[in-house]
């Protein structure tokens, strides 16, 4: 019965679907909302789901309507969106699965491993975003399920089963490209799989061969020529990023350049997609967290390696036949022979479009050419000829694999509670934000990016949940900017308000009513910036320092009532640490609340709190020295007194805006002349 088991395909299918569980589902069940579906949630919140076809009408209509399904079903919920897209994953690599056995039927032992690299390809690294990039894995799946279907058509007699597969090939090979225009260079991958079928048959391809090309030349016509004829002469793209017309326009503007700057990115992309997928990644990624981290990515990975020996072992049973089928032809020059044509086909349409498949930006342009990628290495994987050697190889690649998608899911988590927790602080802070105010945020160990819907996103919905607007096209009353230089510049030359728009949103960006809000360190707090005191971290970058004096703390309503934050994106309240005091702290100096500033900083003095950026003691200090209390300002003077930036921003001004009494003149005096070295 055991030995039955292990010859079994189903039970290694089964053991390829755990060991990708293994891989991606504790990542995807903790997850969240990640960058830029941050707009996409807050549309459908604020629009409801018919939003989505008049969001990519411009464009892309059929992922509008994709959208418009998937959030009627599950919402504003992240979880359904992540656990349906890795059913197309596995969905994508079972159907891998049946047309590599469609290719070479007598290698089962190799279309398993083929599989299995399927499943964890590491190059593609926005599997993290369950909601925004699920239509580019169901254009996968459903573009193999038609590369498999096209063979079948090919290559079965029954006229009605060839009417089938014909109508599912047409109907799945223009649903993956409605979805993923660029996914068309693998029509050229199509090709090369129907050709390696009919040479295998000569006699009868040379019997048939009108035929034959009026049947390919059929399926040409009915899925990229079909394609092509609506994009260009019906579809009227109306965003010039995605009007294949526009990119290429740059080659007649600026010819050689273009061709240049084309060469390079064919090869560069080529070479991601084929090789250093299976090490860039890993390195990029991984090497980044600590070694705490470190150490739990390797014991992430004994579960999987433990998978793979098993599956390792069972696939043993197919070697005599995997002998006997090499003996017959040599399948390895056709793998690599169609897998090449196929990845460097799947890199023109990018190419083209002014685009190259780079890692984690641009990972998701080189999904398409996956599958011929996979078959490419498939074919060198086989020219070893040790048993052993191949094993070793291949652990090292899934090992490589499974690290990469550890790291690279890690990181996402800890940017999306790093938001909810920054949020959170914010909520503390300011209770409420006037309409028209607009934001300017700096995030801890975050590039500093053109793109800024992580921080409109959740402060629309943290401070206007119960917005909505049935047009079509939303007016946020929140705005934000980035942190790039056109947007700082603007901020200090006071700009003109300024109409900023995308799909179906805008806003209006009032560069007189920034809000300056930083986390200089993952260890500090949000600190909202005051421009009347000068109380800058020193990690604060050199973009915020150059906004701090812009800082409009006036949008803030810090007498209007809290509502509930949304739940579903913020969780429960977080447990009231120093950064709770130091954020009420900050909104009773606001108010001018000098008592009640002073009687948080007790309590949480009484609780052994203590924050991680020593910056955080001046508010107050501050505090103390307004109500008087001069040994609660010592005692805070001698948490910093080695802290040179601290000291030197106490004695270079941090007191001189204090409101005058007579009572804290003295204190500040005294403060400066025991405190403060000569000279500053």
């Known amino acids: ?113 083929a599989t299995l690299l399927m499943l964890i390809y590491p190059g593609y690294l926005w599997w993290i975003s369950g909601l925004e990039y699920q239509p580019m894995m169901l254009s996968l799946f459903v573009e193999i399920l038609s590369i498999g279907f096209s063979v079948k058509f090919l290559t079965t007699q029954n006229l009605a089963q060839k009417v089938t597969f014909f109508l599912a090939a047409s109907t799945t090979g223009l649903l993956s490209l409605a979805l993923v225009e660029y996914a068309i260079g693998m029509e050229v991958f199509r090709l090369a799989c129907i050709g390696l079928v009919l040479l295998r048959n000569r006699a009868e391809m040379r019997a048939r061969a009108t035929l034959l090309a009026i049947r390919i030349l059929a399926l040409l016509a009915a899925i990229p020529g079909a394609f092509v004829f609506w994009r260009f002469f019906i579809f009227e793209n109306n965003r010039p990023a995605t009007d294949f017309r526009m990119q290429i326009s740059a080659l007649f503007d600026n010819t050689l350049p273009t061709l240049a700057s084309w060469a390079a990115s064919f090869f560069q992309s080529s070479l991601n997609i084929a090789v ?83 890692f984690e930006e641009f990972s998701h342009y ?79 160990n975050m590039p500093i990016r053109e793109d800024f819907d992580n921080i409109w996103g959740p402060a629309n919905l943290l401070y206007y949940p119960d917005l909505r607007d049935r047009d079509n096209f939303i007016h946020f009353p929140l705005a934000a900017i980035s942190l790039m230089r056109a947007d700082v510049e603007s901020v200090v030359m006071q700009a003109e308000p300024e109409w900023w728009h995308y799909r179906t949103h805008g806003m209006t960006r009032h560069f007189d009513k920034v809000l300056v809000i930083q986390q200089p360190t993952t260890g500090a707090c949000a600190q909202v910036l005051d421009q009347n005191a000068l109380l800058l971290s020193k990690n604060t970058p050199l973009q915020i320092e150059k906004l701090a004096n812009y800082s409009n703390t006036q949008v803030i ?44 900083g007790d309590d949480a003095i009484k609780q052994n709190m203590t924050p991680k950026d020593n910056i955080e003691w001046l508010p107050l200090l501050r505090a103390y020295i307004m109500t008087g209390n001069q040994q609660n300002a010592n005692d805070i003077l001698q948490k910093i007194k080695k802290d040179d930036h601290s000291r030197r921003v106490v004695c270079q001004g941090g007191l001189a805006d204090l409101p005058t009494t007579t009572s804290n003149q003295q204190l500040i005096r005294e403060i400066l002349a025991n405190f403060c070295p000569a000279g500053q």
């Open 557 to 600: 309503l810090s007498d209007s009532s809290r509502q509930s934050a949304p739940h579903f994106l913020f969780g429960d309240e977080p447990a009231h640490g120093w950064c709770y005091y130091y954020q009420k702290i900050g909104l009773a100096i606001q108010k001018q609340d000098w008592e009640t500033a002073a009687r948080l």
């Open 1 to 113: 019965m055991l030995k039955k088991i292990l010859e079994s395909h189903r039970f290694l299918l089964f053991l390829l679907v755990l060991l990708s569980a293994l891989v991606y589902l504790p990542t995807a069940i903790q997850a969240g909302f990640y960058r830029d579906e941050w707009y996409f949630i807050l549309n459908g919140v604020t629009g409801g789901s018919q939003i989505f076809p008049a969001m990519f009408q411009p464009d892309r209509p059929a992922r509008g309507v994709f959208f418009e399904i998937y959030f009627s079903l599950f919402r504003e919920y992240p979880l359904p969106y992540h656990l349906g897209n890795y059913f197309w994953r596995v969905a994508a690599a079972l159907a891998f699965y049946w047309l590599f056995r469609l290719l070479w039927n007598r290698i089962p032992k190799m279309a398993l491993i």
């Open 276 to 358: 250093l997928a299976w090490f860039v990644p890993f390195e990029e990624h991984f090497f980044d967290g600590t070694k705490v981290e470190q150490v739990k990515g390797f014991l992430f990975a004994i579960p999987i390696l433990a998978v793979l020996t098993l599956f390792l072992y069972a696939i043993q049973k197919f070697e005599e036949t995997r002998a006997q089928d090499e003996a017959r032809q040599d399948w390895r020059m056709e793998a690599i022979l169609i897998g090449g044509m196929g990845t460097l086909a799947g890199v023109i349409p990018v190419v083209l479009s002014n685009r190259a498949v780079t």
């Open 366 to 444: 080189g999904l398409p050419a996956v599958p011929a990628a996979v078959i490419f290495l498939t074919g060198w994987l086989a020219f070893i000829a040790s048993p052993k050697i191949r094993a070793g190889v291949l652990i090292s690649l899934v090992g490589l694999a499974a690290l990469t998608h550890y790291a690279v899911g890690l990181k996402a988590l800890q940017e999306e509670e790093m938001i909810r927790q920054f949020w959170w602080q914010v909520y503390w802070r300011a209770p409420h934000l006037q309409e028209e105010a607009t934001l300017a945020v700096y995030y801890p």
